[in-house]
């Protein structure tokens, strides 16, 4: 079975700007959560969306908003971007909401915001 | 609110050496805690959950309700266990994580 996969890898944006990033989960899972790795804040949950619909929030701004589609891909995008934006964005796919299920992570999307 | 420490950055021991990894959590309730696992140039993965007790590459970890702790134990390291060790706590449809301790077992 092919893992998570996460688009792009890397990423360099500006100020002001947005951004979308996409995530692919394993085949036949259908909750993906979306997690922001940073050196200060460490790994924050994001959100979690189960069949299309978004279960979980964590406390993050309005900024920061997401989408499932009906074959469990996932996008997330962050719009009007700040530098401490920077982060490490990791993806998690489950067969269902992640209580119960293992999480499988992605590799993550490396953005840098100037 | 809730949190979970993991009061080391890193910890260093011997080949052979028992080992321990720390964390607190503040939670009120009935926790869900969970253990993941970063090896180097590897995703992040779950390593064991409370709910299963299982051993997991000979890693235990055991609820204290009293002691608000979770540690992760295993009695003899090996050198592919290093590696940076995430402790998680669930609730409230959220996985809240520890900052992580990183782990070095030298020969």
């Known amino acids: 079975k092919a893992g998570v996969t996460q688009t792009p890898r890397y990423l360099i944006k500006t100020r002001g700007q947005q951004v979308t990033l996409s995530c692919s989960p394993i085949s036949g899972h259908r909750s993906v959560s979306w997690y922001q790795q940073t050196p200060g804040q460490g790994l924050q949950f994001l959100f979690e969306y189960f069949s299309e619909t978004q279960r979980n929030k964590g406390n993050f701004p309005g900024r920061f908003s997401g989408r499932q589609f009906s074959n469990s891909r996932s996008e997330m995008n962050v719009s009007t971007l700040e530098l401490g934006d920077s982060a490490l964005y990791l993806c998690?796919?489950?067969?269902?909401?992640?209580?119960?299920?293992?999480?499988?992570f992605g590799p993550g999307t490396r953005l840098t915001v100037t | 609110a809730q949190r979970v420490t993991q009061p080391e950055k890193l910890l260093s021991v011997f080949k052979g050496a028992p080992v321990e990894l720390k964390c607190n959590y503040s939670y009120s309730g009935s926790p869900e805690l969970f253990w993941y696992v970063q090896y180097s140039r590897q995703r992040l993965q779950l390593l064991l959950r409370?709910?299963s007790r299982e051993s997991i590459k000979g890693f235990t970890a055991d609820l204290n309700k009293g002691e608000t702790s979770f540690h992760l134990k295993k009695p003899f390291a090996q050198e592919e266990d290093s590696a940076m060790y995430y402790c998680a706590l669930y609730q409230g449809g959220k996985l809240i994580f520890g900052q992580g301790t990183e782990l070095s077992v030298k020969p």
């Open positions: 409370h709910i």
């Open positions: 998690a796919s489950s067969q269902g909401l992640a209580l119960s299920y293992e999480q499988y």
